[in-house]
């Protein structure tokens, strides 16, 4: 098999070090990839969004599947483009990845098929004063949210009334998030624990990956701004059995279903960001794709060959229940640049990665680098590495994981030291 990786963050490399193990895999190319996939991949110079030049590679390098990392290729059509080429990829189409590239699509899906969620309602950016009516009736905690796709950024949780009304003002006012604003979610303010459950459809049956969990904003103990996400583990002790029977009776299984019958079955990845409330699970979100970080933990915990799943993913032959995960630990801390998520300069050069690799099952991924014209690699990004690592339970992994952690060094590198906490709370509390 010849195999394209689309992206260039943490996630894809991830990606291209596990199709790199499968030995279906005889040549595989990341577009544009980093230099960390350049490990396991071909790079090429296509960017991620510029659909013709990834199709007229495809068709030329006679690529047999493409699997797609980040979201606005898929929003943006990337899948039915390749499928009117006749060319084979995994994710869904424009229409099926409007569960993540529309807030308002996405609940309103979701109030129409049963899948719990938070209490909602949309307005369109000229309802401003019926938004800002409704912020005053419901009052707070409340969410509010940009529709669109926001790089992560068009959600506020809100703990005052004027923070709601400065988030509406943002996004319908002052167009923060330009067109992304064009509708605005006002949403109920859930509580409890946020896991991310992965399922790979070929929009009929599903898989599940080993349920994760991201540690979102920048500070210690969950403060300060949310990032792209500073770490993850999996398992997430969490999830018990029973809870995850619940995911799949309440939430995936209505989904797919849902979308199937609105005609417009859901292919790839289904990223189920979800709340554990008291009441059960919740969809905090949808995305269209594999979580960044959470694929560099969730990936390595695959047995089965990746590439087989992926192929019948995008072929419709997929086998409910058919996925072998390993039953060990994954943990990956984010090395980022100091002032993410909000400024931080690059060009820092990177030294320790070799050390860090040198201890027993760390392996460190490139989210945010590059090598500079005399061959020094240095940070490019605000996420620059993920230093990941298997053990045979999570203490071991996170360990290990920090243990690498703190061979690699750049200037303001910038970690959380409690990566894992809440996992480690469950798993004493058993
Ligand atoms: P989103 O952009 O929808 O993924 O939201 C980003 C983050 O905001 C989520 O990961 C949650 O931490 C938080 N969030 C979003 N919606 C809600 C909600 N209705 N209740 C509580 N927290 C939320
Ligand atoms: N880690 C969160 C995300 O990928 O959206």
């Known amino acids: 098999m010849r195999i394209l990786v689309v992206g260039s963050g943490g996630r894809e490399h991830a990606l291209t070090r596990a199709l790199n193990t ?15 996939t350049a490990r396991h ?21 006679d690529i047999d599947l493409t699997v797609v990392g980040p979201e606005q290729p898929l929003v943006d059509g990337i899948v039915d483009a390749f499928q009117e080429e006749g060319l084979s990829i995994v994710g869904p189409t424009a229409a099926a990845a409007q569960l993540e590239g529309s807030k308002a699509f996405a609940d309103q899906f979701m109030a129409r098929h049963d899948v719990p969620t938070a209490e909602f309602k949309v307005f369109e950016a000229d309802e401003y004063d019926a938004a800002s009516d409704y912020l005053d009736e419901v009052g707070a905690p409340i969410v509010v949210k940009a529709d669109g796709l926001a790089a992560g950024k068009g959600a506020y949780v809100c703990s005052t009334l004027d923070e709601a009304h400065e988030a509406l003002d943002e996004i319908v006012q002052d167009r923060a998030f330009g067109d ?5 979610v006002v949403e109920e303010k859930m509580d409890g624990e946020e896991v991310s459950i992965f399922a790979l459809t070929d929009g009929t049956h599903y898989v599940l990956l080993t349920p994760s969990q991201d540690h979102k904003p920048i500070g210690e103990g969950g403060t300060g701004p949310n990032t792209g996400g500073m770490g993850a583990f999996s398992p997430a002790p969490i999830v018990n059995g029973d809870l995850l029977n619940r995911v799949c009776r309440e939430i995936i299984e209505p989904t797919l ?7 417009t079955p859901y292919q790839g990845v289904l990223y189920c960001g979800l709340m554990i409330t008291d009441e059960g699970p ?11 970080p959470e694929a560099q933990v969730v990936l390595p915990l695959v047995e089965s060959d990746l590439v087989d799943v992926f192929e019948s993913v995008a072929d419709g032959t997929l086998e409910t229940g058919s996925l072998r995960a390993s039953s060990r630990a994954a943990a990956c801390v984010v090395l980022a640049s100091d002032g993410y998520p909000i400024e931080y300069e690059t060009g820092f050069e990177i030294i320790g990665i070799d050390e860090a690799e040198a201890l027993s099952e760390v392996s460190v991924l490139h989210a945010g680098t590059r090598l500079r014209e005399d061959g020094v690699l240095v940070t490019d990004g605000g996420r620059v590495l993920g230093v990941t690592a298997l ?5 071991e992994a996170l360990e290990r994981a920090y243990d690498g952690t703190d061979r690699v060094h750049f200037d303001g590198n910038t970690v959380r030291t409690d990566i894992g906490e809440k996992g480690l709370k469950h798993l004493s509390e058993a």
């Not at 279903?257 to 005609?263: R, S, T, V």
């Open 282 to 292: 919740k969809v905090v979100e949808f995305n269209c794709r594999l979580g960044d």
């Open 22 to 36: 499968s030995s279906r895999t005889d040549a595989l190319y990341a577009a544009p990839g980093n230099p960390g």
């Open 41 to 61: 991949a071909s790079n090429i110079g296509i960017a991620s969004d510029d659909i013709d030049g990834l199709i007229e590679f495809a068709r030329e390098d």
């Open 180 to 184: 992304a604003g064009d509708q605005v």
């Open 257 to 263: 279903l849902g979308m199937q019958e609105e005609g």
């Open 391 to 395: 053990g045979d339970d999570l203490p």
